[in-house]
């Protein structure tokens, strides 16, 4: 990959190649704590000597794609130290080219039925299918147009490819409302994730004078995408990209994991040095732009800041501090609490389970994340990350057809915060 400066000074990744998944398979691999416990580190052998791109790595099992071609070697290796693969998927570029497709398809049908509506409220914004960066910053332009006098849009910073990040804020009373911080797409392949943290929003504008007192007496602020330059990359060369795209000093490899950036816990386990990894750490915490933006602007607004949401993908999870550590916060039992409540109501909306836990159980240890530094620099008593559908059925390319239910579970882990915080 390589950079040019176009005329506005602009500069974008242009010699990429689109990425194919064409010979590419899925796999589970279970019973991978013994190996663990043998002090062999399955997911990065896996990448490095198997060339496999890591999907989930959790203590009961590892989700990643690999070609066909390496897959003898692997499955040998595998089956050397007592582990089984599950294949979740034949071919990883079925499932884009169905996602894609089927978004396209859903797009269209609406379009026929909606064309008068869309004309007049002149958004291109909808839930059935991924939107672009565009679409979500010209959404929240609309909002803010629309509804003025309680919001307000940020500028907070600018990526590596000067693209905007961009925080909207919705507040009838800045100064007393306990605030709400939400965020989304801090790591770009998680699709599901921007278009959720979307449906937040309008879900809170849709009649915001009849939203009952704990969302109307909130100031909530709203970063969709946490990772711009990330998610246009996947949208346009690798779907599959997880960290942002600035390059390494160091090496021929692009992108810091975000979610590994955070001043807390840095040097951790559970990150990696090596800039061509997936969970690269980054050269120093909040070395990225996009990092420093979001803890610099809030830290500037930590005072009644009560909730710290963040949504990714995948695994059907509603996840407290910490991360960084294996021990639990001191108030664990409320946030577990507020946490089943959740996982309750989703079942009851839309019959999907998730389970609430504390990070480090359900996901292994890992330093430099958002939440855990939201909870530990800035005190933020109510601090959740949502791991939104699906449990590795389609992993990351979650078919269209399931944005509104898995948007609509996001939605009440958000509601259910904002009325326990009180
Ligand atoms: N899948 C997310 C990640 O790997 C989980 C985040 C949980 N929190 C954390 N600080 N690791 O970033
Ligand atoms: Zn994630």
Redo the contacts with the bound molecule.
């Keep these: 990959a390589s950079l040019i400066w176009n005329v506005l000074g602009d500069q974008r990744d242009v010699n990429d190649i689109p990425v194919r998944y064409d010979d590419t398979e899925l796999w589970r691999i279970h019973n991978i704590s013994d190996a663990l416990l043998r002090t062999v580190p399955v997911a990065e052998i896996m990448e490095q000597k198997f060339g496999a791109n890591i999907w989930k790595e959790n203590p009961d099992y590892l989700d990643l794609s690999i070609t066909k071609a390496q897959a003898n070697a692997a499955r040998s290796f595998l089956n050397a130290h007592r582990m089984d693969t599950e294949v979740l998927a034949r071919n990883v570029q079925d499932l884009i080219d169905e996602e894609q497709l089927e978004g396209i398809r859903a797009t269209q049908s609406k379009l026929g039925r909606r064309t008068r509506k869309a004309l007049n409220s002149g958004s291109e914004m909808n839930w059935n299918d991924y939107q672009s960066l565009e679409t979500i910053y010209n959404y929240m332009r609309e909002i803010r147009a629309k509804y003025p006098n309680i919001c307000r849009l940020y500028t907070i910073g600018y990526t590596y490819g000067r693209r905007e990040l961009k925080v909207l804020r919705i507040s009838e009373n800045p100064r007393d409302n306990k605030k709400i911080w939400i965020d989304g797409g ?2 770009a392949r998680e699709w599901i994730s921007p278009a959720t943290v979307t449906f937040i929003l309008s879900k809170l504008m849709q009649d915001w004078e009849h939203q009952p007192r704990y969302i109307r007496e909130r100031t909530w602020y709203i970063m969709p995408v946490m990772n711009p330059d990330g998610y246009e990359y996947s949208r346009t060369v690798n779907r599959l990209w997880r960290k942002n795209r600035s390059p390494s000093v160091r090496a021929n490899c692009f992108g810091v ?1 975000l ?2 950036n955070f001043d807390i816990g840095w040097t951790s386990p ?1 990150s990696s040095k090596d800039p061509c990894s997936d969970i690269y750490r980054g050269s120093a915490p909040n070395s990225e732009l996009e990092t420093k933006a979001v803890a610099e602007f809030l830290s500037k607004r930590k005072y009644n800041l009560e909730a710290y949401l963040t949504y ?1 993908s995948y695994g059907q999870l509603i ?1 407290y501090p910490w ?2 550590k294996a021990v639990k916060v001191k108030d664990s039992n409320v946030l577990q609490r507020v946490a089943n409540t959740a996982a309750e109501r989703i079942i009851q909306k839309t019959g999907t389970p998730y389970k609430a836990a504390v ?1 480090h159980e359900v ?1 292994g240890v ?1 330093g ?2 958002s ?2 530094w939201s909870r530990a620099v800035l005190g933020v008593k109510y601090v959740y ?1 949502v ?1 939104l559908r699906d449990r590795g059925q389609n992993g990351f390319v979650l078919p269209p057809k399931y944005i509104k239910d898995t948007a609509v579970e996001g939605w009440t882990v958000a509601e259910t915060v904002a009325q326990a915080i009180g």
Excluded: P
């Design positions: 801090i790591h994991d979610n590994r559970g990714h996840v991360a960084f990070t996901l890992a430099g994340g939440d855990d990350t791991e």
